[in-house]
C-alpha cells in the first residue's frame, strides 16, 4: 500500500504514469544489483514489518552449542577460512580488471535519472551545438568524463554554438545508439527466468490498476467538493450561529448570578429561620464559589466573601450548641418500643450541615452523652426500683446506692437487673437508630460530592446560583427526617477496638463512618462497665448478701447476664460467650472477649472461693469440736439419703415437716438397707457435699474449679479424721481421756458413709464434664482409695490394740493353776469390751472379718506361748490346762453375737500345723 500511495502522489503532480513504470522496471532489472538486494528491496523501502516474523521452533535434534563447542570449532576452521578469504580476495582484483560495464561506451546525458526532452536543458543539449568553452554532451561518457572541450560530435560540424545539430548525422548517431542499447537488452533478457517476467506482467496489471484508482479519485474529488458547497458550509454557518446563542445565554447566566449572590444574605437569613442548615451552608458555598470564578472583577462584591465567612463560620457555632443540646434532649427522653430518634428531622439537620462544613468532633459529643447517659439511666432505674422494694428503710437522698443494693432481696435484685438491662439494651438501640441515621448522612454526602453523569447535558441545572435559587424556593420540599436508607451497623462490619475508634481523630467522612459504625459497640462496651460496677456492689465480699447468695441465685444472675449478651451479640454490639452442650442443655462458658464477662467470670470465680472457704471453715470447725459420739440421725437425713439414691445425686432436702416431727426420729442412718451410725461432723459433711453437688449444677461452666474444691475438701476430711482420731489429736482439742474402740469404730464408718457417696459425686460430675476435661474424674479414683486405706489403718489399729491385751495376758499364763485361768479370763473380758465397743456401730459381719483376723494374731501367740512352756499332749496335766483354757475361749467368743458362726481350729491344729 505504501508503493500505491507513493504512485497515486506521483500521479496527482503530473508526473508520466510511463515514467514511473520505467523507473520501477529498471531499477527491479537492473543487472549490475545483486540478487539478495533485489528480493530484499520492498523490505528496505518499506520496512521490517512487511515480512511477517515467524519465529523459528527449536530442534529437538540438535545439542545446545556453548562457548567451549565455538572455540573449538574456530580453532578448526580458522586456518581453512583464512585462505578461502585470501583466494577470494585475489580472483575478486582478477574480476575487477577485466570486467567491463554494458553502459560505459554511452553518453552520460541518456543515462541520467532525470532525462526528459520536455525539461529545456535537456533537449537543447541533444538538439543543439554546444559552446566553445563546453564539451560536448553526446561525447561525455562513462569512460570518458571529461572530454576536451575541442572534441565535437560530427553532428556539430560546421554549424555555431546554439544552432541545431545535423539532422541526418544526429539521426544516424541515435538509431547506433538505440541499436547498441536494444541489442544489449535483449542479451540481459534472454539471461531473465520465469519468476522475472511475472514481475514484468504484474506490472502492466499495476498500471491499469493505479488508472482505474486515478479515475475513481477525481470522481471522489468531485463529490467532496459538492458536498462542501452544500453541507459544511451550512453546517459551518449553523455552528456560528450556535455559538452566538450560547455566548449570548453565559451572558445571561452571568447577570443572573449576579442577581442571585446580591440576594444570597437575605436567602441564607430566610433558611436559618427554617432551621435548614444544610441548604444555608449550600447557599453560602455556591455564593462563595460564584464569587471567586464567575464574579472575580465585580467591585460591587468585593466585601461579600468575608462576609459570608463569618456568617458560616457563625452558622458553625450554632449548630454544635444546638447539636449537644439536642442530643442531651434525645438521650434524656423515655425509651418505649419500638425504638427511634424523637428529634430525628432536628438532628438530621444539624448532622448534615456539620458534614458539609467538614466538622467531624462531633463524635466526641456522642461518646461523652452515651457515657453520661448510661451511667444515668442506670442510676435512675436502680432507684426507682429500690424505692418501690424498700421504702420504709432508703436513704431519702440516693446518695449512695451500693448499700441500697446490697439490701435488696433475690427477688427485688432480679427486678433490679432486669430492669437495668432492658432499659440499657433499648438506649442501645436507640444509638443503633442514630448510627444509621448518620451513616446514611455520610453516604449522601459522599453521593452528593460525585457529579452525576445524567446532568452533564444540562448546563443551566449544574450552575451553583440556580442551586441556589432552588434552595431558596424549595426549602421545604428536601425534608431531611424522610429518610430510608439500608442497614448501617455494626453486626456486618468486622469486631474492632470502638474504644479506640472514637478515640482518633477524625478527618474525612470515610474515616466518620468508620467510627459511627462502632458507636452501638461502644455504648455496649459502656453498658457492660456499668452492669459490671451493679454487680460488683452486689456481691461485694464484706457484703451480707454475698455471703447469704446461694449457687441457685447466682446461676440466675449469670443467666439474665448471658441472656443479654446473647441478644447483643445478636445485634453485632459484641461477641457472645461460647455456648457448649452440657448434660444435654446449653451452658455459657466463661471467656474474656469483653469486661462483663471478665466481670461475671471473676465473681463467680470469688463465689466458689468464698463458697468453699466457709465450708472448709466450717467442717473444720466441727471436726475439731467432735466429741466422737454417736451422732443423732434426724428425718432430713435420713430423706436426703434416700432421695439422693433414688434420684442418683446428691440433693438439698427441705428441713423437717409437720408430720416427721410427730414421729419417732430414726436410731440408725440407713444407707441401701444398711446401717450406719457415725458422727454429727460426718452427717454435716454430707450436706457439705449435697450443697458442692447443688452449686456444680448450678454452674456447670465453673465445674473443674469447683471439683477441684470437692477433692480437697474430701482429702481433708479425711485427713483431718486421721490426725484427729489415729494422731489422737482430739485427746487435746476436746479433752478426750482416750482414744476408744468406739472412737475408732465411729470413725471407720463415718469413713465408709462417705465413701458411699462418692460414686454418686463422680457420676454426676462425669455427665457435666466435656471429653477434654474427663481426666479429673482420675482425683475421684484417688480419694477413694485414700479413704479405703483410712479405714485399712483403723482396722489394723483395732487389731493391733487387742492384739496388745492379747499379748500381755498371755505373757503371764502359765498352764496350771485355776481353770479357767486368769490370763484367759482377762483375754475373754478384753475380747468381750472390743466387741461391745464395736457392736451397734458397726455391722456384724465387719465385726466377725475383724474378730477373724484377732483369732488369727491369738491362734499364733497361743503356739509360741505353749513351745515356751514346753507343754505337749505326753504332759497330760499341763496338756488339760490348755484344752480347757482354749475351749474357755471359743465358749466366750462365740457367746458374742457377731462371732456365733466363726470357725475355730483344734488345739493340736494350732500347736502343731
Known amino acids: 500500500m505504501c508503493f500505491c500511495s507513493h504512485l497515486l502522489s506521483s500521479s496527482i503532480t503530473s508526473h508520466p504514469s510511463c515514467r514511473i513504470t520505467n523507473n520501477l522496471a529498471s531499477v527491479v532489472a537492473d543487472p549490475l544489483r545483486p540478487r539478495a538486494e533485489l528480493q530484499a528491496f520492498f523490505t528496505r523501502h518499506w520496512g521490517e514489518t512487511f515480512v511477517p516474523i515467524q519465529e523459528v521452533p527449536k530442534c529437538p535434534h540438535l545439542q545446545p552449542v556453548n562457548i567451549a563447542n565455538l572455540s573449538n570449532y574456530m580453532k578448526s576452521i580458522g586456518q581453512k577460512y583464512a585462505l578461502y578469504v585470501d583466494a577470494r580476495r585475489k580472483l575478486s582484483k582478477v574480476n575487477k580488471q577485466y570486467r567491463k560495464n554494458d553502459t560505459d561506451d554511452l553518453p552520460t546525458v541518456f543515462l541520467s535519472s532525470d532525462f526528459s526532452l520536455t525539461t529545456p536543458e535537456t533537449f537543447l543539449s541533444v538538439f543543439t551545438v554546444p559552446a566553445q568553452s563546453t564539451a560536448d554532451p553526446l561525447a561525455i561518457t562513462v569512460r570518458t568524463p571529461k572530454p576536451d572541450h575541442e572534441i565535437r560530435d560530427k553532428t556539430c560540424l560546421e554549424k555555431a554554438s546554439g544552432d541545431f545539430r545535423h539532422y541526418e548525422p544526429l539521426q544516424t548517431r541515435l538509431d547506433d545508439l538505440h541499436d547498441v542499447v536494444d541489442s544489449r537488452l535483449a542479451e540481459k533478457l534472454v539471461l531473465k527466468k520465469d519468476a522475472f517476467w511475472q514481475i514484468v506482467s504484474s506490472y502492466g496489471g499495476l498500471n491499469e490498476e493505479l488508472a482505474d484508482a486515478l479515475g475513481q479519485i477525481k470522481v471522489v474529488r468531485t463529490n467532496l467538493k459538492r458536498v462542501s458547497t452544500s453541507i459544511c458550509e451550512r453546517t459551518d454557518h449553523i455552528t456560528a450561529l450556535y455559538k452566538k446563542r450560547q455566548h449570548k445565554e453565559k451572558l445571561l447566566a452571568r447577570l443572573h448570578d449576579i442577581a442571585c449572590v446580591r440576594a444570597a444574605q437575605s436567602t441564607v437569613q430566610l433558611l436559618l429561620n427554617q432551621n435548614e442548615y444544610p441548604r444555608a451552608l449550600e447557599c453560602i458555598e455556591m455564593a462563595t464559589q460564584v464569587l471567586k470564578n464567575e464574579l472575580s472583577g465585580v467591585t460591587a462584591f468585593r466585601h461579600l466573601e468575608s462576609q459570608l465567612s463569618e456568617l458560616r463560620n457563625i452558622i458553625k457555632r450554632m449548630m454544635w450548641d444546638e447539636f449537644t443540646s439536642y442530643v442531651q434532649k434525645e438521650f434524656g427522653a423515655r425509651i418505649d418500643e419500638p425504638v427511634g430518634i424523637v428529634h430525628e428531622g432536628e438532628l438530621c439537620s444539624i448532622i448534615a450541615g456539620l458534614l458539609r462544613l467538614k466538622c467531624y468532633a462531633f463524635t466526641s459529643v456522642l461518646k461523652n452523652e452515651v457515657e453520661e447517659t448510661v451511667k444515668n439511666l442506670l442510676r435512675q432505674t436502680v432507684k426507682q426500683r429500690v424505692v418501690i422494694s424498700v421504702e420504709d428503710q432508703i436513704d431519702p437522698l440516693m446518695q449512695n446506692l451500693s448499700n441500697a443494693v446490697r439490701s435488696l432481696k433475690f427477688p427485688d435484685w432480679c427486678l433490679v437487673l432486669d430492669d437495668v438491662i432492658n432499659a440499657l439494651y433499648l ?154 452442650a452440657i448434660a444435654g442443655k446449653l451452658t455459657a462458658q466463661p471467656t474474656t472477649n469483653g469486661p462483663l464477662q471478665i466481670c461475671i467470670h471473676k465473681i463467680s470465680t470469688d463465689y466458689i472461693d468464698r463458697f468453699h472457704r466457709q465450708r472448709r471453715q466450717r467442717i473444720s470447725d466441727n471436726l475439731d469440736l467432735e466429741q466422737w459420739r454417736v451422732g443423732e440421725v434426724t428425718h432430713r437425713d435420713q430423706r436426703l439419703i434416700n432421695q439422693s439414691f433414688d434420684e442418683g445425686k446428691l440433693v438439698i432436702v427441705e428441713k423437717e415437716t409437720d408430720d416427721e416431727k410427730g414421729q419417732a426420729t430414726p436410731q440408725q442412718l440407713t444407707v441401701k438397707e444398711e446401717n450406719f451410725e457415725v458422727v454429727r461432723s460426718a452427717l454435716n459433711f454430707v ?133 479357767p485361768s486368769e490370763s484367759f479370763q482377762a483375754i475373754c473380758r478384753n475380747l468381750v469390751k472390743f466387741h461391745n465397743g464395736m457392736n451397734g456401730i458397726m455391722p456384724d459381719s465387719q465385726i466377725a472379718t475383724l474378730f477373724t483376723q484377732v483369732h488369727a494374731h491369738f491362734r499364733n501367740h497361743l503356739k509360741l506361748k505353749v513351745a515356751q512352756c514346753g507343754v505337749s499332749p505326753h504332759d497330760s496335766l499341763a496338756w488339760g490346762v490348755v484344752s480347757n483354757d482354749y475351749s474357755y475361749y471359743i465358749e466366750r467368743v462365740h457367746a458374742m453375737p457377731a462371732c456365733r458362726n466363726m470357725q475355730f481350729e483344734s488345739l493340736n491344729e494350732i500347736v502343731f500345723n
Open 427 to 580: 438506649f442501645n438501640q436507640k444509638i443503633e437508630c442514630l448510627q444509621e441515621m448518620v451513616g446514611d448522612l455520610c453516604e449522601r454526602v459522599e453521593r452528593d460530592n460525585v457529579p452525576d453523569a445524567n446532568d452533564e447535558g444540562s448546563p443551566e441545572r449544574n450552575t451553583p446560583v440556580n442551586n441556589i435559587a432552588m434552595a431558596s424556593s424549595s426549602s421545604d420540599a428536601d425534608d431531611f427526617a424522610s429518610i430510608n436508607v439500608s442497614l448501617l451497623t455494626s453486626a456486618s462490619a468486622p469486631m474492632v477496638d470502638a474504644v479506640s475508634m472514637l478515640s482518633i481523630e477524625v478527618r474525612s467522612t470515610t474515616q466518620l463512618k468508620h467510627a459511627v459504625s462502632a458507636l452501638s459497640q461502644y455504648t455496649c462496651h459502656c453498658i457492660q462497665m456499668r452492669i459490671c460496677r451493679l454487680l460488683n456492689a452486689r456481691h461485694k465480699d464484706e457484703a451480707q448478701n454475698a455471703l447469704e447468695t446461694t449457687p441457685t441465685e447466682l446461676s440466675h444472675t449469670l443467666n439474665c447476664i448471658n441472656v443479654f449478651q446473647q441478644k447483643c451479640s445478636t445485634r453485632g454490639w459484641c461477641r457472645a460467650p461460647q455456648v457448649v
Open 687 to 819: 450436706y457439705l457435699l449435697a450443697e458442692y453437688a447443688e452449686c456444680l449444677r448450678a454452674l456447670p461452666s465453673f465445674a473443674p474449679d469447683i471439683i477441684m474444691r470437692i477433692i480437697e475438701l474430701l482429702k481433708f476430711f479425711n485427713s483431718r479424721s486421721c490426725q484427729l482420731i489415729l494422731g489422737a489429736g482430739a485427746l487435746q482439742l476436746v479433752g478426750l481421756k482416750t482414744i476408744s474402740v468406739r472412737n475408732l469404730a465411729l470413725s471407720s464408718r463415718s469413713l465408709q458413709l462417705i465413701m458411699n457417696l462418692v460414686p454418686l459425686l463422680r457420676d454426676e460430675v462425669d455427665s457435666l464434664l466435656t471429653d477434654e476435661q474427663k481426666h479429673l474424674l482420675r482425683h475421684f479414683s484417688q480419694v477413694s482409695s485414700d479413704y479405703n486405706d483410712h479405714v485399712n489403718e483403723i482396722t489394723a489399729k483395732l487389731v493391733s490394740v487387742i492384739d496388745h491385751n492379747i499379748v500381755g495376758s498371755l505373757d503371764a499364763w502359765k498352764p496350771k493353776g485355776t481353770i
